[in-house]
C-alpha cells in the first residue's frame, strides 16, 4: 500500500515539474475553468431570477449541488480521464506491454500514470462554490452530514472511474473507443442538475450506466440534509459493484491482450 | 556447469485471427458468426539458455522471434508447452520475476514525452523498488556508459531517434535485471549509433553477467555480439549454435574474388566455380566449393598467370548464408 | 461556374468519405440533443411549480423552443475552431493552400456534408421528445418563410465567425483558450440557458449587442412561432448587420494570418 503511495507520489512529482514549466499554459488553464464554472453558476442564477426553487432544490442548494458538480469533474479530470486517454494512445500503438512488464498493479499503473495538475482548478474552484451554497444556507452541517458526503462523493468519483475503466478496457477489443468515450463526455452535461429533475428513462441511465448524475446529486444531497438512507445504502451498494465489475472486466481486457497481442 | 536460466519445451502459439471481408453482406454475416483462422506463430521450440549467455534469434518478418520474446518476458501466454525463466513461468507474471528481467523494444519507447528522462527514471524507482544505493550506483554507470548526462534533463520529445534509443536503454536496466530481452534495439538507428549500442550491451553483459537474448534484421548485430545464434523460420528452430558453424554448415562454399587485367577473357572462368558477379571492369566473383577451394584457386592463379591482378579468398557473405536457411536450403551434416 | 462543378465534386468525395465517419457523426449528434433537454427539463420543473408557465411561456412553448433550439443548433453549427489548429499543425493546410481553392470551401463542404448526414436522426429523435413533452408551437406559414434566410444567414454568420476565432491559430499556441472563451460566450448569449425574453433585462440588452444569439437563439424564436413581424425584422437586419462586420474582420484576419504563416515557412 504504501509502495503504492511512493509510486502515484513519484507520478505526481513528475508531472508537476512537467505543467508549471509552461506557466502560461497553467495560468490560461485557471482562466477557463474560472469562465467555465462562471457561466455555469450564472446559469443557475438566471434561472433562479424567474423561480424560488427548482424542483424543490432552493437556490443555496443548487449553487451546492454545481460546486459539487464540478468537485466530481475535478476528481475524475485530475487523474484518472488523461491516464485513461494515454492508455488507449498505449493499446493502439503497443507500449502497454511496457506497464505490463513491470512489478505492480496494471490496472493502478495505467488508472494514474497521468495527472493533469492544472485540473486541480476544477476541484479547488468547486469546492470554493460549493462552500458559498453552504454558508447561503446558514444551516449548520451536522458530523454526519459531512461524513455522508465525503463517503457519496467518494463513491461518486469511484463509479465514474469504474464506468471509465470499462470503457476503456473496451479498446482491447475494439480499436475506435474514443466514439463510445464521447457519449459519456456528452452525458456528463447532465450532472449539472439533479437528476430528479430529468425523465424517467434519462434518470436511470444517470443513475447506473452513466453514473455522473447520481455522483453529483447524491453527495449535494448529503450535504444539505436531503438524503435518504436508501440512498445512500443504495449509492455504497452500487458503487461497490461497480467497483468489482470493472476490476474483473479490466482483467479480462488484459487476459484478451496477452493473448492475442502480436 | 550453470543451470539453464532460460528453459523452453515445446512452447507453441497459435493465434486466432478473425477473418475479415469487406462489404455490408459480410460484416453482418460476421455479427452472427465469426469464422477464425489460426495462425501458428511459433510451432514447437526447444531451447536452453545458460547465465551470462549472449544469443542472437536471428529470422525473417513473421518468423516468430518477436512473438517467442514475448513469451519468455511474460507479456503473451502460449498456446502449448513450457517455459521457465530464472525458474519463474513468465505469463504468470509474478512481481518477483518482472522485477528480475527487462524487454527493450527497438523504436518503442516506454518514456513519457513530455518529461525529462531523469524525471522517468525516479517513477522507475518507485515502481521497482531500486534503494537509493543501488539507484544512484546504476545510474552513474549507465550515464557513464552511454552519455547521457547531457540527454537526461531535457524533455524526451526533443531528442533525436538515436538519443532517446540510449535513454531508453538506460531506463530499461536501472534495475539490474539479470535476464535482459531485445528487440530489435537498433532499428532505426544510424551507422554510429548502431555501433555504439552494440559495444555497450557487450560491456553490459561482460560487468553485469545479464543473460541476453537478442533479435535483430541486422546481421552486424548477431555478428559483433552472438557468438550463439538460434535461427527461427515459420515459427521453429532451424539451427541452434555457433554462428561459425552455421556458415560451414549452411553455406559450404568460399567466395573467390578476381580482378583481370585489360583484355582477358572471362568466359572460360566457369572453369574454376559459379560466376557470382562480374562488374565488368575486370572483377569477378567466384563461388567455389569450400573443400576444393585451395585446389581451384591454384590452378586459377597458374592458368592466368600474368592477366591476374588481384585475389582474394573469403568466407561466404553472412547474409548470403542466412538467405539460404530461410529459402529453405538445407543444412549440410557438420563437417568434422 | 468553375465553382459549382468544384463544389459539386468536393460534395460527392466528402459524402464518401462521410460512410467511413457515419457511426462518429451520429454519436457527435448526441452533444447537440442532452443539452436542450436538460435545460427544458429545468424550465419545465420551474413551470410546473409555478401553475404551468412562467412569464407567459408554457410547458409546451418551452418543449417547442427546445426542440427548435436543438435543430437549429445543429443547423447553424461550425467546429473550423477545434479543427484548424490541428490542420496546421498537420501541415495539412499547406496542402491546402498548394491548390487553386480557398481553404474555406473544404470547410464549407465538410460542414454540408455532416449535416446532412446527421440532420434526418436529429429530427427524428426531435420529434420523438417534442411528442413527449407535448411541444406546442405557434408557428404560422410567414415565420416557416422567415426562417430560411434567417437560418442561412445565422449559419453564414456562426461559420464566419468561428473561422475568425480559428484564424487565431495562426499566431496563438494556446487555442484552447479562444475556444473555450467562444463557447461559454455562446453558452450564455445563444439561448440556451433560456429564451432570451425570460432573461434578466440587463443580460438581455447584451444578449442583443452580441452576434451570438443571432447564431442560434433567434432563428430558434422564428422557427418557434414566438416572433411578431417586427421582432423577425429585427433579427433579420441584426444578422445581416453582424455577418457583413464578421465577414470584414474575417478577410482582414485571414489575410494577416497567412503572411504570418507563409513568413515561418508554412
Known sequence: MIRYGRIFRSFVGAEIKNELAYRLNFVLGLVEMLLVVGTSLGAVLVLFTQAKTLNGWTLPEMIALTGVYYLVQGGVNLIFAPSFEKLMEYVRLGTLDFTLLKPASAQFLVSTRHISIVRISDSVLGFVVLGAGLVMLGEAITPWAALAFALTLACGILAVYSLLLTLVTLSFWFVRVDNILAIFWAFTDAGRFPIDLYPGWLRFTLATIVPIGIAVTVPAEAISGRMSLETFAGMLAGTAF???????FWRRGLRSYTGASA | ???????????????????????????????????????????????DIARSEVVGFLGPNGAGKTTTLKVLS?????????????GYT?????????????????????????????????????????????????????????????????????????????????????????VVFLDEPTLGLDVSMQARIRSFVAELNRRTGATILLTSHYMDDIVALC???????????????????????????????????????????????????NDGAGRVKLRVPRAEAPARTARLVADLGDALADLSLEDPPIEDVIDRVFSGGQLEPAVG | MPLVRTYRALLVAGFQQMAAYRIQSLLWMLFAIIRPVIFLAAWVAIATAQGGAVSGYTVGDFAAYYVCLAWVSQ?????????????????????????????????????????????????????VIAIAFNAHFRTEPWHLLVFIPAVVLAAG?????????????????????????????????????????LMPAWLQTLTYALPFWYMVGAPTEILQGSVTPERAAFILVGQAVWLTV???VFRVVWRRGIRAYSAVGA
Not at chain 2, 511474460?74 to 530464472?86: C, D, F, I, K, N
Not at chain 3, 499547406?94 to 436522426?121: E, F, M, Q
Request: aromatic share 10%.
Open chain 1, 242 to 248: 461497480s467497483v468489482v465489475f470493472a476490476s474483473w
Open chain 2, 1 to 47: 556447469m550453470s543451470e539453464a536460466v532460460v528453459h523452453v519445451r515445446g512452447l507453441e502459439k497459435i493465434y486466432k485471427v478473425h477473418e475479415r471481408e469487406t462489404g455490408v453482406g459480410a460484416t453482418v454475416r460476421s455479427f452472427f458468426k465469426r469464422t477464425f483462422k489460426e495462425v501458428p506463430a511459433v510451432g514447437g521450440i526447444d531451447l
Open chain 2, 74 to 86: 511474460g507479456l503473451l501466454y502460449p498456446t502449448g508447452g513450457e517455459a521457465s525463466v530464472l
Open chain 2, 90 to 178: 513468465p505469463w504468470k507474471r509474478e512481481y518477483a520475476f518482472l522485477r528480475r528481467i527487462a524487454l527493450l523494444m527497438g523504436n518503442r519507447t516506454q518514456l513519457v514525452w513530455d518529461i525529462p528522462a531523469a524525471d522517468s527514471f525516479l517513477v522507475l524507482k518507485q515502481i521497482y523498488a531500486i534503494s537509493d544505493h543501488d539507484f544512484q550506483t546504476r545510474l552513474d554507470e549507465l550515464v557513464d556508459l552511454l552519455e547521457l548526462a547531457p540527454l537526461i534533463h531535457k524533455p524526451v520529445r526533443q531528442l533525436s531517434l538515436g538519443e532517446r534509443m540510449k535513454v531508453e536503454f538506460a531506463a530499461g536496466l536501472l534495475h539490474g535485471p539479470e
Open chain 2, 227 to 277: 557468438k550463439r545464434v538460434v535461427v527461427i523460420h515459420h515459427g521453429k528452430i532451424l539451427y541452434d549454435g555457433a554462428l561459425a558453424d552455421l556458415a560451414e554448415r549452411m553455406a559450404p562454399y568460399k567466395v573467390v574474388g578476381a580482378t583481370l587485367r585489360d583484355g582477358a577473357s572471362r568466359a572460360d572462368l566457369e572453369r574454376y566455380g559459379d560466376v557470382v558477379s
Open chain 3, 75 to 127: 443547423l447553424t453549427m461550425a467546429w473550423n475552431s477545434q479543427e484548424f489548429e490541428w490542420e496546421v499543425n498537420q501541415g495539412r493546410l499547406s496542402a491546402k493552400l498548394l491548390r487553386p481553392l480557398h481553404p474555406i470551401h473544404y470547410s464549407v463542404v465538410d460542414n454540408i456534408v455532416y449535416k446532412l448526414t446527421t440532420l434526418p436522426v436529429l429530427g427524428a429523435i426531435l420529434i
Open chain 3, 157 to 197: 454568420l456562426l461559420f464566419v465567425f468561428g473561422y475568425i476565432i480559428a484564424s487565431l491559430a495562426f499566431w496563438a499556441t494556446r487555442m484552447r483558450t479562444a475556444n473555450t472563451l467562444w463557447q461559454r460566450a455562446a453558452f450564455v448569449f445563444a439561448g440556451s440557458i433560456a429564451p432570451v425574453v
Open chain 3, 246 to 248: 464578421c465577414y470584414a
